[in-house]
């Protein structure tokens, strides 16, 4: 069978397993990933802006390349922006993404964050746009948010009313921080999957920042959160499999072989939504019958896995609303103070390595109702949440010390210590403001929280 133009294609299960394999590293080279999405608006009338337009999303785009980001195109479509390892990307409903460089201190993040939202905010000065940092679109209705012209998106539009009932939510109304960690090996892999899963909801409490949908109180402090459990049950959720003895990169290979597919790429998107990758290993996948996947083909499957924590060449972390900018780095300092000092680690598995199944999924459905409130494991939350900073700050005093204490990194968590202290998250402040001096105009949160 040829395969003109395409790489080597996968035959094996090992081969899939080797991805995995292949992203470890050793501590010397482990770096830091962060990304964070944010809503443009118009600054006259708050609505989202459409792709197209002189105010329009590609303006936006094209207005960046000044500052040396080069263009990533679909077809004759500016999709994206590239430049020095990172990048600059579109959600569905025009979400503004930063995927940054992998950087091996939270200075360095924060330095590319702030440059990066400088150089947006002068383009959006240009053509009357704002931005804001929030889990969940605040005010518009899916009707009333424009959808970006990207192939995979239209695949998945058409999609996700099958299998839930928010998964358009998902696509065109959230907003996300995320952070992405490097691991040595597959035990190193499987510790840090562990913690991060069960810990995923204190982090869902901490930066939780969703408590309007459509200019009303939504009953969530994190919707973003609850949008997750009723989105694909296929792919997404707490992966009760990560906490089971064996567990390593073979069960993870399995589990992504077992989702469901969406599409596959060429010059183009094949719509292969529903249909099973197994098959595709065997030349015989419906919309593309003859051709086996290539590595690229498994890469791109794994993103459309949306777990609470998913595993590619490194670790993301995918529970955290979206927030203001001085948050934006607390995100990475949590997780870079909790995975890259051995100390940290252990002592954040043995915070949670006796919760049960049942209490992992209870605490994630806490967190996007209550955040801080309530109790687990027979504590309150918000105590469990200031044992994991303490934690934390601890892993990052420890790794200052072997740079020579030259890189002082702790500062970037006193805000979620903050939080912690008070049992009050982001979202519960919003609402405080909502319901007194905004006297219930949700317009006031596009005028105090914009960046």
């Known amino acids: 069978m040829a395969y003109s133009g395409e790489a080597e294609p996968l035959r094996t299960f090992s081969e899939l397993v080797s991805y995995f394999q292949s992203g470890e590293k050793p501590r010397e080279r482990w770096r830091i990933g962060a990304e964070h999405e944010k809503f443009a608006f118009h600054l006259s009338d708050l609505t989202r802006p459409a792709y197209e337009g002189p105010d329009g999303i590609q303006a936006m785009l094209k207005g960046l390349m000044r500052f040396g980001w080069q263009g990533v195109y679909e077809g004759e479509t500016l999709i994206a922006l590239s430049r020095n390892g990172a990048s600059v990307s579109l959600e569905p409903g025009g979400q503004f993404e930063l995927s940054g460089a992998p950087l091996e201190t939270l200075h360095d993040i924060c330095e590319e964050t702030g440059q990066h939202l400088e150089e947006v905010r002068a383009v959006a000065g240009e053509l009357g746009l704002g931005f804001v940092g929030t889990g969940f679109s605040p005010l518009w209705t899916r009707e009333e948010t424009p959808v970006m012209p990207k192939g995979r998106y239209n695949i998945m539009r058409a999609y996700m009313p099958k299998v839930g009932n928010l998964g358009l939510d998902m696509m065109l109304r959230t907003c996300t921080v995320q952070a992405n960690l490097d691991y040595a090996s597959e035990a190193d892999m499987v510790k840090k999957f562990r913690v991060s899963l069960a810990l995923q909801p204190i982090a869902t409490a901490l930066f939780a920042n969703s408590p309007f949908t459509e200019g009303k109180p939504n009953g969530f402090v994190s919707a973003r959160a609850n949008v997750w459990t009723d989105t694909d049950p296929?792919?997404?959720?707490?992966?009760?499999?990560?906490?089971?003895?064996?567990?390593?990169?073979?069960?993870?290979?399995?589990?992504?072989?077992?989702?469901?597919?969406?599409?596959?790429?060429?010059?183009?998107?094949?719509?292969?939504?529903?249909?099973?990758?197994?098959?595709?290993?065997?030349?015989?996948?419906?919309?593309?019958?003859?051709?086996?996947?290539?590595?690229?083909?498994?890469?791109?499957?794994?993103?459309?896995?949306?777990?609470?924590?998913?595993?590619?060449?490194?670790?993301?972390?995918?529970?955290?609303?979206?927030?203001?900018?001085?948050?934006?780095?607390?995100?990475?300092?949590?997780?870079?103070?909790?995975?890259?000092?051995?100390?940290?680690?252990?002592?954040?598995?043995?915070?949670?390595?006796?919760?049960?199944?049942?209490?992992?999924?209870?605490?994630?459905g806490m967190a996007a109702k209550t955040g801080l409130k309530g109790e687990i494991a027979g504590r309150p939350v918000k105590d469990w949440a200031m044992d994991v900073l303490n934690i934390a700050k601890l892993g990052l005093k420890n790794r200052n010390k072997l740079s020579g204490g030259f890189i002082d990194e702790t500062g970037y968590l006193a805000e979620l210590f903050e939080i912690a202290d008070s049992g009050l998250t982001p979202a519960d402040r919003l609402l405080e403001k909502y319901h007194g001096p905004w006297q219930g105009d949700i317009r006031r949160l596009y005028a105090e929280e914009a960046y």
């Open 234 to 364: 296929d792919r997404t959720g707490m992966l009760d499999f990560v906490f089971e003895d064996g567990f390593g990169y073979e069960r993870y290979a399995q589990y992504a072989l077992d989702v469901p597919m969406y599409f596959v790429h060429r010059d183009h998107y094949i719509d292969a939504s529903g249909q099973d990758f197994k098959a595709f290993m065997k030349g015989e996948l419906p919309a593309y019958p003859g051709h086996r996947p290539t590595m690229d083909d498994w890469a791109d499957h794994l993103t459309t896995l949306f777990p609470e924590v998913r595993l590619k060449k490194y670790l993301e972390m995918r529970g955290a609303d979206a927030g203001p900018w001085g948050r934006l780095c607390a995100l990475p300092a949590l997780w870079g103070g909790l995975f890259y000092d051995q100390t940290a680690l252990d002592a954040a598995w043995d915070l949670v390595k006796n919760w049960t199944t049942e209490e992992h999924n209870r605490l994630r």
